[in-house]
C-alpha cells in the first residue's frame, strides 16, 4: 500500500488529471489489490501512454494532454506502479499454482479411491482363502486322526502276526537296547569276573540305565541352533553319560543315548516306550503301505485258503495309507 504522507500530494495530482470512466468502475478490489492502488495504477499507465517522455500529463481545453507533473512525482507514482505490477503477477502466480495443486488433487483422490477399492477386494479374497484354510486344516486334522487310528490298529495287528525275523516289525521307542548294552559291559568287565557274575553285574547296570531313562528329571539335552531351527541333542558333558563312557565304553554309551533321544522324539513328558512301525532293513519308520503289504505278504504265505478276502481287505487299506 501507499505512503500515507504522499497521498495528499498524489490525490491533489489525481484531480487534475482526467481518468476514463471504465477505469473507475472497475471495482473494488482484484486479487487483493485496494481500489485506490489499482486506479493509480489504470491513470498513471494511461498517462505513460499518452504523455511524453514517460511523464503523466493533464487535458487541456482543446483536448490534449499536456505535461503538467513534477519529475519527483512521475518518478513515485513509476515505482508505486512497479510495486503493484510485481503484486500483480506474484498474486497471478499464486492463482496458478492454487489451480495446479487442485487439479493434482483430484488426481490424487482419483487414486486413493482406486485403491481403497482394489483393497476392499483383496481383503475380501484373503477372508475367503482364510476360511477356506480353516476348512482345509479342520480336514487334515480329521485324516489325520483317522491315519493314526489305522496305524495303531495296523500296528497291534503287525505286532500279533508277524514275527521278529520280518524286516517289517514293531519296535519300542526309547527302550533300551539290553542285548547290546549287555554285549558292551561283557566286553568290559569279562576279563576279571565268570560269566555268571558278569551276566548278573549287566543286568544290574541295563536296569539302572532303564530307570534312569524314565526319570522325568533327568534330561541331558542341550539346544543349539542348526539351519537357522533350534534342535535339541544329547549333552555329552553329562556327568552320569560321561562316566558311562569312560567307564564302559562307547557302544554302552551309544545304547543309552539313543533310547534318549528315542523317548524325546516319541514321548518327551511320559517318559516311557511307545509302539512304532519299524522298518529293521532300513532302520527308519515304516510306512503304513510298507505295513499293510507285509501283512498281505504274512498273511498269503500262512494263510493260502483264507488269503483272497483279506488281501483284498488289506488292498483297499494299502491304497487308502
Request: charged share 35%.
Amino acid at each position: 500500500m501507499m505512503d500515507s504522507n504522499k497521498r495528499p500530494r498524489i490525490e491533489n495530482y489525481r484531480s487534475r488529471v482526467v481518468v476514463p470512466d471504465n477505469v473507475l468502475t472497475e471495482g473494488n478490489e482484484l486479487c487483493g489489490l485496494a481500489f485506490d492502488e489499482l486506479g493509480l495504477l489504470k491513470w498513471i499507465q494511461l498517462a505513460k501512454a499518452n504523455g511524453t517522455g514517460g511523464q503523466a500529463s493533464t487535458l487541456s481545453d482543446d483536448g490534449k494532454f499536456q505535461n503538467a507533473a513534477p519529475p519527483e512525482l512521475v518518478e513515485e507514482q513509476k515505482g508505486e506502479v512497479d510495486k503493484l505490477q510485481r503484486r500483480v503477477s506474484e498474486l497471478e502466480k499464486q492463482v496458478e499454482n492454487k489451480a495446479e495443486l487442485e487439479i493434482e488433487l483430484e488426481i490424487l483422490k482419483e487414486k486413493i479411491d482406486e485403491l481403497k477399492n482394489s483393497l476392499d477386494e483383496k481383503t475380501g479374497c484373503i477372508e475367503s482363502l482364510e476360511d477356506l484354510n480353516q476348512i482345509l486344516i479342520v480336514k487334515e486334522r480329521q485324516l489325520n486322526d483317522e491315519l493314526q487310528e489305522a496305524r495303531k490298529e495296523l500296528i497291534q495287528e503287525i505286532g500279533e502276526s508277524l514275527n521278529s525275523r520280518s524286516f517289517i516289525g514293531i519296535k519300542r521307542m526309547g527302550e533300551l537296547d539290553s542285548k547290546s548294552f549287555r554285549d558292551a559291559l561283557k566286553d568290559i568287565i569279562c576279563g576279571s569276573s565268570s560269566m555268571d557274575q558278569v551276566s548278573d553285574g549287566s543286568v544290574l547296570r541295563c536296569s539302572f540305565w532303564e530307570e534312569k531313562l524314565r526319570d522325568p528329571l533327568w534330561h541331558p539335552f542341550k539346544v543349539t541352533l542348526v539351519d537357522g531351527k533350534h534342535q535339541e541333542s544329547i549333552d555329552e558333558e553329562d556327568k552320569l553319560l560321561k562316566g558311562l563312557k569312560n567307564e564302559r565304553g562307547g557302544e554302552a554309551y551309544l545304547a543309552v543315548a539313543n533310547a534318549l533321544m528315542e523317548l524325546n522324539a516319541y514321548n518327551p513328558s511320559g517318559r516311557y516306550p511307545v509302539q512304532e512301525l519299524w522298518n529293521f532293513n532300513e532302520n527308519r519308520r515304516a510306512t503304513a503301505k510298507e505295513g499293510v503289504a507285509a501283512l498281505a505278504y504274512h498273511l498269503r504265505k500262512n494263510h493260502p485258503n483264507n488269503s483272497t478276502t483279506t488281501e483284498g481287505n488289506l488292498r483297499n487299506a494299502e491304497r487308502k495309507a
